[in-house]
């Protein structure tokens, strides 16, 4: 594969793929991002979409529908065009797109690569031809002669990379890198610092837990806009191997407790949802959009662990835990419920389906679920949640279609030995909302 990035932004990206696909291939975009939990718009961004067989000749491509088409006949070279004005103008977050500044371009693999039927499973080696000077992060394995290998398809739709000279990048440990673009009023020297100690902090907490190493290297990659972009900011992706945060650029100067936070949030998604899932968050099929009901889960669980593994770091004093679980738990189950009774289950395909209005008690009672659960390990002097969870990441390894969503608490008793059962049947499965006080109550007696 070859991708092509002109230095002007307003150029189309052109990328061309050669392999023996064979004949009548589906080609299509990726449905969705991981992490996303629903279908995003991709809207036409891609264009000139072409195609050659084995001896050279053009083979027609045919357009079926919005991003996609079939090649009738042996399929041997692809090439399209990305535009990122028109991918960054559809998409619903800069996390989500492609796009392009002056000696810049973010490539988000989702909106850039194309699946043709028949390659998930092949290696993928990409060549850069870039302006002179540009330099490559990109959390795939770089070989000898300037190429980039992908292990699969997925992989390579999956990680994001940043091209050209208007970023920073900074060690932040010895196997984590950060990397740092601002289009704000200050460039990015001002902010990597604080976002490289955030980083450190967040792998030293997501290390305390003993979970399986992320893999080196780790990437991190932060951009940062002022207040004049048409996008909306505060959003995070998470990826196998990295994760992409785009926010405004005045809160990251400094580093704090809430911004350590957020980089061990994200950095526990390397293992929540994407090596420990149920059957319906498997990255390949959130790939597709697929809806699950199990959203309390991947972001709870994640939440609440990264709190407990900043509080065993010294990061947080048990006050300061307690007042966070107040604050980013409990205040959005006391305040942002549902009008009406509804299952965390229900709420969660609610979520998948385009609802948004109450994504903040879905993540606020999973995540003061995982506490509740943690303190039920407790007083059953069982190993905690933290402990809980590799073992949890062994089971799926052993079942690489996942945890049946339906039978997730019985997994659970089955690799920890506590029976949550009846906290299924009433908070994930049932329409009782999470007892904040009852559940902040023993908080921290681990």
């Known amino acids: 594969m070859e991708i092509e990035v002109p230095a002007a932004p307003a150029e189309p990206i052109a990328v061309t793929l050669e392999a023996d696909f064979g004949a009548d291939r589906m080609i299509r975009m990726a449905r969705s991002i991981v992490g996303a939990y629903a279908p995003l718009r991709s809207g036409g961004a891609v264009s000139d979409v072409r195609g050659w067989g084995p001896d050279g000749a053009p083979v027609p491509i045919a357009l079926l529908g919005a991003d996609t088409w079939r090649a009738a006949g042996p399929l041997r070279r692809l090439a399209w065009r990305v535009d990122g004005e028109r991918s960054e103008d559809v998409q619903e977050s800069l996390a989500a797109s492609v796009h392009r500044r002056v000696g810049y371009t973010f490539l988000n693999g989702a909106a850039l690569f194309l699946r043709v039927e028949g390659s998930a499973r092949r290696a993928h080696r990409v060549r850069l031809r870039l ?3 540009w330099r490559v992060a990109w959390a795939l394995r770089e070989e000898p002669g300037g190429t980039w290998l ?9 990680e994001p990379a940043m091209l050209g000279t208007a970023f920073r990048s900074e060690p932040a440990a010895p196997a984590l890198m950060v990397h740092v673009h601002s289009d704000g009023p200050d460039g990015p020297d001002v902010h990597v610092k604080a ?3 955030a980083a450190r902090l967040g792998l030293k907490a997501v290390e305390s837990l003993r979970l399986p190493p992320l893999g080196p290297p780790y990437h991190v990659f932060f951009e940062l806009y002022g207040a004049g972009t048409p996008q909306r900011l505060g959003w995070a992706q998470e990826h196998g191997f990295s994760f992409h945060g785009v926010d405004a650029a005045g809160g990251t100067r400094e580093l704090t407790p809430g911004l350590a936070y957020h980089f061990a949030h994200h950095m526990l998604h390397a293992w929540l949802p994407r090596r420990l899932f149920t059957d319906r968050l498997r990255p390949d099929r959130q790939l597709e959009g697929a809806p699950t009901a199990a959203i309390w889960f991947a972001e709870g669980f994640a939440q609440y662990l990264a709190l407990v593994g900043l509080a065993r770091t010294g990061a947080f004093g048990r006050e300061d835990a307690l007042a966070r679980m107040q604050l980013r738990f409990g205040r959005p189950v006391r305040e942002a419920a549902p009008g009406e009774p509804i299952s965390l289950a229900a709420l969660s395909l609610r979520l998948c ?17 995982a506490a509740w659960i943690d303190q039920r390990l407790a007083e059953a002097k069982l190993p905690d949640l933290a402990a809980v969870t590799p073992r949890l990441l062994d089971w799926c390894r052993d ?26 049947e009433r908070y994930v499965r049932g329409t009782v909302r999470v007892p904040v006080d009852e559940v902040l109550k023993g908080f921290g007696t681990r």
């Open 150 to 158: 992908a292990s699969d398809l997925f992989e390579l739709i999956d």
């Open 353 to 369: 389906g385009g609802d948004h209005a109450h994504w903040a008690y879905e993540y606020g009672a999973g995540a003061l679920l």
């Open 195 to 197: 976002l490289a100690e």
């Open 399 to 424: 079942h690489p279609d996942g945890i049946p969503e339906e039978r997730f608490d019985q997994v659970f008793r089955e690799v920890s030995g506590l029976d949550v059962t009846d906290l299924f």
């Open 131 to 133: 302006p002179a000077g």
